[in-house]
């Protein structure tokens, strides 16, 4: 599996921007999908995830501005991101797992846990 996102770079407070992230490989088999960030010095951290059956969930500071989805007849992953705010400036990196056993919450907090990775595409947010 190779994933590859797009649709970083700049916006201003209040702006919008769309990551799509392109799935290779069977994206049917790929039990969950989403999206992780890490500013400079910062850990990690899970954004969003969705898992096969559409459920989602997302980190309590970017609920109700970010929307992920994924079109499984493209082997696309998207995640839209509205109102956006200066410390939404980081890499952002899409990512993958095929293995069912961990809930979303569980895999959201520990990045630990995700098998696939893109290289990351930079979101720079300005006020």
């Known amino acids: 599996v190779q994933l590859q996102e797009s649709g970083g770079g700049s916006a201003q407070s209040g702006g919008s921007l769309r990551l799509s992230c392109a799935v290779s490989g069977d994206i049917d088999n790929l039990y969950h999908l989403g999206w992780f960030r890490q500013a400079p010095g910062n850990e990690r951290e899970g954004v969003a995830i969705?898992?096969?059956?559409?459920?989602?969930i997302y980190t309590d500071s970017v609920k109700g501005r970010f929307t992920i989805s994924r079109d499984n007849a493209k082997n696309m992953l998207y995640l839209q991101m509205n109102t956006l705010k200066p410390e939404d400036t980081a890499v952002y990196y899409c990512?993958?797992?095929?293995?069912?056993?961990?809930?979303?919450?569980?895999?959201?907090?520990?990045?630990?846990?995700?098998?696939?990775w893109g290289p990351g595409t930079q979101v720079t947010v300005s006020s």
């Open positions: 969705i898992d096969s059956d559409g459920s989602t």
């Open positions: 990512v993958a797992d095929p293995r069912a056993g961990f809930t979303l919450r569980y895999r959201l907090l520990r990045p630990i846990t995700v098998k696939y």
